[in-house]
C-alpha cells in the first residue's frame, strides 16, 4: 500500500493546517493519529480527526480554537485530560499522550503523561495506531511503530501488544474488535481472536450503552451476519446477547429437524441490509423469530411447531430494549409491531384472500405495512432459489392488491369519520361501553366492506345499529 503524503491530505482536510499552525505557536509536538488515519488510507475518512500531542492537549485544542475564530468553544474533558473542538461538521479530537496502567476491575485507567510510543501502544489495533507528525522538525513523517500498514493490507485486526493485555485492560476492545471487522470486512488475527474467546466474560464490566453502540454499528453493516458469526464464535453473544444465541441449534425428533434459526435470522438480516439502512427496521428482522426457542413444541403429526411465537417474541421486545438501554420511545413500538405482525402478510398470497383481510392488515400496519413487507420478503430463505423467486413473485401480487384496496379505501391512517364525542352527543349517551361498541361496529364495517371509509355512510350505518341497541338520536 502506498504511503499518501501529507501534503496530500491536507488538502483534503484544511483543518488540519489550522492545527499545525496551533502546534507551531504553542511548541507541542503534535501528530494526527488514529482512526482518520486509518480512513485516509481507507479512502473512508469523514469529518473525525483524532490529534494526539506529547503535553497538554486541552492546552493544544484552546490554540486551535483561538485560531478558528474568537468565540469558537472548546469541550473540555478534564477527568481524561481530552478536549474536543466541533467546527464546520468536522470533529476534532485532542488527546495528550499517555501511559495507562490498569485495574482488574475497571476500565477506568490510571494516566500519566507519556512519549508517543506509549500512546500508539495503548490502542486498540495495529491498524488504529499508525500517525504522522506535524511538527516543524520532521512534518509529514509516517509512524507506524506496530506495522498497521501492513495489517491493512492484509485487510486483519490485530492487537498492538499482546492481546490478552489489550482487552484485559479495556474488554470494550472486544467488541471494537468485531465491530471494524464487519465494518471494514477485514479478518481477525486468530491470536487475537482466541484472546477474545478466553476474555469474554470480562465484557461484564462494560456499560451497556457502549456495548450496545458497538453492537448498533454491526447490525448498521453492509453484511451483519458476519459480525455475528465472530460474536457467536467467540462466545461473547452469549454473554451479551444470549436470547440472539440461543436461537442457535437444531433438534430432531422422530427423524423431523427443524431449521436452525440463528442462521436463519441471520439469513434475514443479510436480505434486509440489502434493501434498508434503517437501523429500526434492521432490529425487527434480528428479532423477528426472538420467541421461537421459548414456543418450540414437537407434535407427533405437525411436526415442530413455534406457534404464537410472533405475539410472545413482541411482548419481549420492551424487556430486550431495556436491558440494552435502547430507546423506549416509538422505535421500539415500531419494532414491537412488526414483530407481532411479521407472519401476516403470509396467507395474503391466496387466490382467494378476501378484501376484509388486506383492509385489516393495512388498518394495523398503518405507514409501517412497507417496512413490514421488506420484512415479509426477507424472512423468505431457502436454499431453492426456485422456490424464493416463486414467493416473492407472489408478494408482488400482495403488494398489487395492497394498493389496490389502499387507494379505494385509504385505511392506512385510519380515523373513524364519526368520533366517540359526536356518538355520545348524538345520543346524549355518558362515556360508556356503549360507545364503544358503536364505534367499532363501525370501524368493523368499513374492515368488512359493508360500508365505504366516509362519515355519510359511517351515519346511517350508525343509526341502523343503534336502532337494534334501543337507541334513538336525541332531538336536540
Ligand atoms: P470510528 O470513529 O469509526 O468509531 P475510530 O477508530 O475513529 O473509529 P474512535 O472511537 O473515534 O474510533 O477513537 C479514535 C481512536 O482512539 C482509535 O482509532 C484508537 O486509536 C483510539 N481508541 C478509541 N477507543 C479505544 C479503546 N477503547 N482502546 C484503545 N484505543 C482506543
Ligand atoms: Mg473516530
Not at 436461537?247 to 434486509?272: C, M, P, S, W
Not at 355520545?424 to 366492506?449: C, H, T, Y
Request: glycine content about 6%; overall charge positive; proline content about 5%.
Amino acid at each position: 500500500m502506498k504511503i499518501p503524503k501529507l501534503e496530500n491530505i491536507i488538502s483534503d482536510f484544511p483543518h488540519l493546517e489550522v492545527v499545525i499552525k496551533a502546534a507551531e505557536k504553542s511548541g507541542i509536538p503534535t501528530y494526527v493519529v488514529g482512526g482518520f488515519v486509518r480512513d485516509v488510507f481507507l479512502k473512508r475518512a469523514k469529518g473525525d480527526i483524532d490529534f494526539v500531542c506529547v503535553g497538554d492537549g486541552i492546552a493544544l485544542a484552546k490554540e486551535t480554537a483561538a485560531l478558528i475564530s474568537a468565540k469558537k468553544k472548546v469541550q473540555i474533558f478534564k477527568k481524561y485530560g481530552t478536549a474536543h473542538i466541533s467546527d464546520k461538521g468536522v470533529d476534532l479530537e485532542f488527546v495528550g499522550a499517555r501511559k495507562e496502567s490498569y485495574s482488574k476491575d475497571s476500565r477506568n485507567p490510571d494516566v500519566e503523561p507519556g512519549t508517543l510510543d506509549d500512546d500508539l501502544s495503548r490502542r486498540d489495533f495495529t491498524i488504529n495506531a499508525m500517525s504522522y507528525s506535524l511538527n516543524q522538525d520532521d512534518f509529514g513523517t509516517f509512524l507506524d511503530p506496530f506495522e498497521g500498514l501492513k495489517d491493512l493490507g492484509k485487510k486483519l485486526i490485530k492487537t498492538p501488544l499482546d492481546p490478552d493485555t489489550t482487552f484485559s485492560d479495556d474488554p470494550l476492545r472486544m467488541m471494537r474488535a468485531i465491530r471494524f471487522a464487519t465494518q471494514l470486512e477485514f479478518d481477525i488475527a486468530p491470536e487475537t481472536f482466541d484472546s477474545i474467546t478466553r476474555n469474554r466474560e470480562r465484557i461484564r464490566i462494560i456499560s451497556r450503552e457502549r456495548i450496545t453502540t458497538e453492537l448498533n454499528k454491526i447490525i448498521a453493516s453492509r453484511l451483519p451476519s458476519y459480525g455475528f458469526k465472530l460474536l457467536f464464535a467467540s462466545g461473547l453473544l452469549q454473554e451479551i446477547f444470549p436470547e440472539v444465541s440461543d436461537l442457535h441449534g437444531v433438534e430432531i425428533r422422530n427423524k423431523q429437524a427443524h431449521k436452525d434459526n440463528f442462521y436463519h435470522t441471520l439469513k434475514v438480516l443479510d436480505n434486509i441490509s440489502e434493501k434498508t439502512d434503517n437501523l429500526w427496521l434492521r432490529w425487527s428482522a434480528l428479532l423477528h423469530d426472538i420467541a421461537k426457542p421459548a414456543t418450540k413444541r414437537f407434535d407427533p403429526k405437525a411436526g415442530w411447531t413455534f406457534h404464537g411465537h410472533e405475539d410472545k417474541g413482541a411482548r419481549m421486545v420492551p424487556g430486550i430494549f431495556r436491558k440494552l438501554k435502547l430507546p423506549l420511545d416509538e422505535r421500539m413500538k415500531y419494532v414491537q409491531k412488526l414483530v407481532r405482525l411479521h407472519l401476516r402478510p403470509i396467507p395474503l398470497v391466496r387466490e382467494d384472500i378476501t378484501d376484509s383481510a388486506l383492509r385489516r392488515l393495512l388498518f394495523e400496519a398503518g405507514n409501517d405495512i412497507e417496512d413490514l413487507l421488506t420484512l415479509c420478503r426477507a424472512d423468505i430463505t431457502s436454499k431453492n432459489e426456485k422456490k424464493v423467486k416463486t414467493y416473492l413473485r407472489n408478494f408482488d401480487k400482495v403488494e398489487e392488491k395492497l394498493r389496490e384496496i389502499e387507494e379505494k379505501d385509504k385505511l392506512r391512517n385510519f380515523q373513524p369519520p364519526i368520533s366517540g364525542n359526536e356518538i355520545m352527543e348524538m345520543f346524549s349517551l355518558p362515556p360508556n361501553k356503549i360507545v364503544g361498541d358503536l364505534k367499532n361496529g363501525i370501524r368493523n364495517a368499513i374492515l368488512e366492506g359493508e360500508i365505504g371509509n366516509n362519515y355519510d355512510e359511517a351515519f346511517r350505518f350508525l343509526i341502523k345499529l343503534a336502532e337494534k341497541k334501543g337507541l334513538e338520536p336525541s332531538k336536540n
